[in-house]
Each structure stands twice: as structure tokens, then as C-alpha cells.
């Protein structure tokens, strides 16, 4: 069986996804990086456009952030 670039596009997005709700209902900061780097090549993808579609490769920087508050707030507690 060959993997196409849309399965293996729409299997990270759907991985992104699932560590996003975890990462939300755990507060786990490594969650959400792992998040934000499944969800990292399919926004390479995007940010190539050449239209408004090139601001959904700004989607990574959300799980990133989210990452980066907890573990700040983890680190000072």
C-alpha cells in the first residue's frame, strides 16, 4: 500500500487534533509541542499560498504558546 501526501496530511492533522484536545484537558506542555509539530508540515504547505490561505501556517504558533505559558507557569509554581 502506498501512502498518498493527503492521507499523510489529513493523519497529522487528525494527530494535531487529538494531542490538542489532550494537551487542553491535561494542561500538558508536551501535548501541545508534539501539537505543534505534527501540526507544523501541513502549515509549510499553506504558508506557501498565495492568498489568505498563507496565514493558516501561522497555525502552529498557538500550540507553541500554549506550550511555552505552561511550562512557564509549571516552572515558576
Known sequence: MVLDAS???WILVSAA???FAIGMIKKSWKAFLWCG?????????????E????????????????????AKNRITD
Do not use: E, R, S
Request: proline share 8%; glycine share 10%.
Open 7 to 9: 492521507l499523510i496530511f
Open 17 to 19: 487534533g487529538i494531542l
Open 37 to 49: 509539530l505534527t501540526i507544523f508540515l501541513p502549515a509549510i504547505y499553506f504558508f506557501g499560498a
Open 51 to 70: 492568498n489568505w490561505f498563507m496565514l493558516l501556517g501561522l497555525v502552529p504558533l498557538i500550540p507553541f504558546g500554549f506550550a511555552f505559558i505552561i
